[in-house]
DNA sequence: AAAAGTGCCAACCGCCGAGTT
DNA sequence: CAACTCGGCGGTTGGCACTTT
């Protein structure tokens, strides 16, 4: 199928935006609002095109930019974000508030890819060994360390589910709900919606709560012990399952990075939660 | 002082998925 | 169901500013 050209090619601007154009395409998004990108060029009077446009907006014009160089922080964020979702910089963009993903991935290939190549080994590429390492922990701020383990162990159980679905598929078994993809079917199961759910009025309500975590947690121990093969939803391997999986991750990844770093017990401090993970490393190892 | 090299970042390009006709 | 539009995304590049030779 063909695709037709965002905009026509004759008769539109390109290269630098003039002070004249930003405050046309301001004034105008201040007055209608973004949106119809198409059709916003000619309706402010810009010889652009609407992703130009649109763009320009985006990464330069909006009022919520923040400007300035990065900070610590947030540099250390990028680097664990980036570690978890590779180069999804809409996504990572999505977590420092401010910042446009542009501006991220630049950052990144112009500071920080360069400086994981002259330090030796590779930020991007993290070892997916599960489970907090010691070094790592004390540098991190606490909801970060939360978000790493849990994309950890999804990493991982993924990665085991395939391996197992092709070592199945080779011995002409159909069962495929063995142990290593429990923290797949939790997740996809209702115990992970409620807990998906739960978090999202959370997130509604600003009310920081321990109390959805704590749960999640509580049901996920008890649905690990038991293995429970009659969890429905596995539908982790396929591609549609995955993009599934990669749109929920990325919510309770946003809505645990939005909580408050005491109200995230998850892994730490609870006895049961230590359970839980101690129940997820005996299933894993 | 000037040419060459390097770094940085705004902007462009092309692809993709979702939605619409 | 195919054709198409639109918004969004990530990769790449052009050009300016700065540094080095």
């Given at each position: 199928m063909g695709r037709s050209p965002c905009c026509d090619k004759y008769g539109v601007r390109k290269g630098a935006w003039t002070p004249e154009e930003d405050q046309l395409l301001v004034q105008y998004i201040k007055k209608h609002g973004?949106?119809?990108?198409?059709?916003?060029?000619?309706?402010?009077?810009?010889?652009?095109?609407?992703?130009?446009?649109?763009?320009r907006w985006i990464n330069y014009l909006r009022p919520d930019i923040k400007r300035g160089p990065?900070?610590?922080?947030?540099?250390?964020?990028?680097?664990?974000?980036?570690g978890m979702l590779g180069n999804r910089w809409a996504a990572i963009a999505s977590h420092l508030s401010g910042r446009t993903d542009n501006e991220i991935k630049n950052y990144w290939n112009t500071h920080l890819k360069k400086r994981s190549l002259h330090s030796g080994h590779s930020l991007e590429a993290q070892e997916p060994s599960f489970g907090p390492r010691q070094s790592d922990m004390k540098s991190e701020s606490s909801s970060v360390r939360h978000v790493i383990q849990w994309e950890k162990a999804r990493v991982e159980a993924e990665k085991r589910l395939s391996m197992e679905l092709e070592t199945s598929c080779l011995n002409h078994c159909s069962k495929t709900n063995t142990h290593s993809?429990?923290?797949?079917?939790?997740?996809?199961?209702?115990?992970?919606?409620?807990?998906?759910?739960?978090?999202?009025?959370?997130?509604?309500?600003?009310?920081?709560t321990s109390q959805s975590s704590i749960a999640f947690a509580n049901l996920a121990i008890e649905q690990v012990s038991s293995c429970?093969?009659?969890?429905?939803?596995?539908?982790?391997?396929?591609?549609?399952?995955?993009?599934e999986f990669l749109d929920a991750s990325d919510s309770a990844l946003k809505l645990l990075l939005d909580m408050h770093d005491d109200s995230v017990g998850f892994f730490e401090g609870l006895e049961q939660t230590e359970n839980f993970h101690g129940h997820l490393h005996d299933r894993y190892d």
């Amino acid at each position: 199928m063909g695709r037709s050209p965002c905009c026509d090619k004759y008769g539109v601007r390109k290269g630098a935006w003039t002070p004249e154009e930003d405050q046309l395409l301001v004034q105008y998004i201040k007055k209608h609002g973004c949106g119809s990108w198409r059709t916003l060029p000619k309706n402010a009077g810009l010889l652009r095109c609407g992703k130009s446009c649109r763009l320009r907006w985006i990464n330069y014009l909006r009022p919520d930019i923040k400007r300035g160089p990065f900070t610590g922080e947030e540099e250390s964020k990028i680097i664990q974000l980036h570690g978890m979702l590779g180069n999804r910089w809409a996504a990572i963009a999505s977590h420092l508030s401010g910042r446009t993903d542009n501006e991220i991935k630049n950052y990144w290939n112009t500071h920080l890819k360069k400086r994981s190549l002259h330090s030796g080994h590779s930020l991007e590429a993290q070892e997916p060994s599960f489970g907090p390492r010691q070094s790592d922990m004390k540098s991190e701020s606490s909801s970060v360390r939360h978000v790493i383990q849990w994309e950890k162990a999804r990493v991982e159980a993924e990665k085991r589910l395939s391996m197992e679905l092709e070592t199945s598929c080779l011995n002409h078994c159909s069962k495929t709900n063995t142990h290593s993809d429990c923290f797949l079917r939790l997740w996809h199961s209702e115990v992970g919606q409620s807990f998906r759910m739960i978090t999202e009025k959370k997130a509604e309500s600003e009310s920081p709560t321990s109390q959805s975590s704590i749960a999640f947690a509580n049901l996920a121990i008890e649905q690990v012990s038991s293995c429970n093969p009659k969890l429905e939803g596995g539908t982790a391997g396929s591609d549609s399952g995955s993009h599934e999986f990669l749109d929920a991750s990325d919510s309770a990844l946003k809505l645990l990075l939005d909580m408050h770093d005491d109200s995230v017990g998850f892994f730490e401090g609870l006895e049961q939660t230590e359970n839980f993970h101690g129940h997820l490393h005996d299933r894993y190892d």
